[in-house]
Each structure stands twice: as structure tokens, then as C-alpha cells.
């Protein structure tokens, strides 16, 4: 004779009860994002937007924000070519699931009088985890000093 399976029902709060355990995702930690974060800086001496929003996240570059993002970036270097970057300096922060990248990078630029200028530029980074990897889901350009 033939064992037959418990009844649907009784596997029913069993698995309700294990996807309330399921921890919440972890935010990604600075070390995790640092590719992400190499590529940003090295984007930097194209002076244009539009090369750094390569680095998010193909499901969030239709965002509106990413096209502000383009627009405050490509108006804050308007007229400077970036010659040369300084310093680099990140902090983050976990907020819920999202990693907040701020970075601080010191580009040395000429003007459209050949002038040089050093200035830092401030630039927010948010990532959260997908599919248990890090992604860039946002930019925002600060300004320059």
C-alpha cells in the first residue's frame, strides 16, 4: 500500500510561515560597488552625463531622474574640459536595502579662456541589490567648489 502525500492544505502555513522569516535583502556594502564606482571616476574626464549613466542600471536609466541627472552634470561643466582628477573620497551609508555612495572627486579643469581651475565635484550614488548583486539605480550631480 501506497503512502499518499499530506493534503495541500497543511503545507500551506508551513510555507507562509518560511517567506515571513526570509530575511530582507542586505544593502550592497562599499566593497561590493567599487567596480561600479572605478567606472564613474574614469567616465569623469569625458566632462559629459551621458557617459557616466552607462554605469546604471539598464532597468533605471528611463527614469526621470537620469535625465536630470545628465542636464545638472553636463551644465555644471559646461565650457571646462576635465584635464586631470585629484582626490577621490567616498563615504556611504546603508539606508533599508540601499547603499548611498557620497563622493567628493577633485577635477582639474580648463575653461573656454584655457584658465585652470581645481575644483571638487560632489556626486551622490545610490545602489540596492538585484538578483544578489549590486546595482547603480540613481545619480545625482552636486556641485562644483
Excluded: Y
Excluded at 564613474?40 to 546604471?56: A, D, F, H, K, M
Excluded at 567628493?104 to 575644483?119: K, S
Amino acid at each position: 500500500m501506497a503512502l499518499s502525500p499530506p493534503p495541500a492544505a497543511a503545507e500551506a502555513p508551513a510555507l507562509a510561515a518560511a517567506a515571513e522569516t526570509a530575511p530582507a535583502p542586505q544593502a550592497p556594502t562599499l566593497a561590493q560597488v567599487q567596480p561600479a564606482l572605478s567606472g564613474l571616476v574614469t567616465s569623469l574626464p569625458s566632462g559629459r552625463g551621458e557617459n557616466l549613466v552607462q554605469w546604471i542600471h539598464s532597468g533605471f536609466r528611463a527614469h526621470p531622474d537620469t535625465g536630470r541627472f545628465v542636464g545638472q552634470f553636463n551644465q555644471l561643466l559646461a565650457g571646462q574640459r576635465v584635464t586631470q582628477l585629484g582626490n577621490v573620497r567616498f563615504r556611504s551609508r546603508a539606508q533599508g536595502a540601499q547603499l548611498v555612495v557620497d563622493g567628493v572627486i577633485e577635477l582639474h579643469t580648463l575653461d573656454t579662456n584655457n584658465e585652470a581651475h581645481v575644483r571638487d565635484l560632489h556626486l551622490r550614488a545610490f545602489f540596492q541589490p538585484q538578483d544578489g548583486q549590486p546595482v547603480l539605480t540613481q545619480l545625482v550631480a552636486g556641485k562644483l567648489q
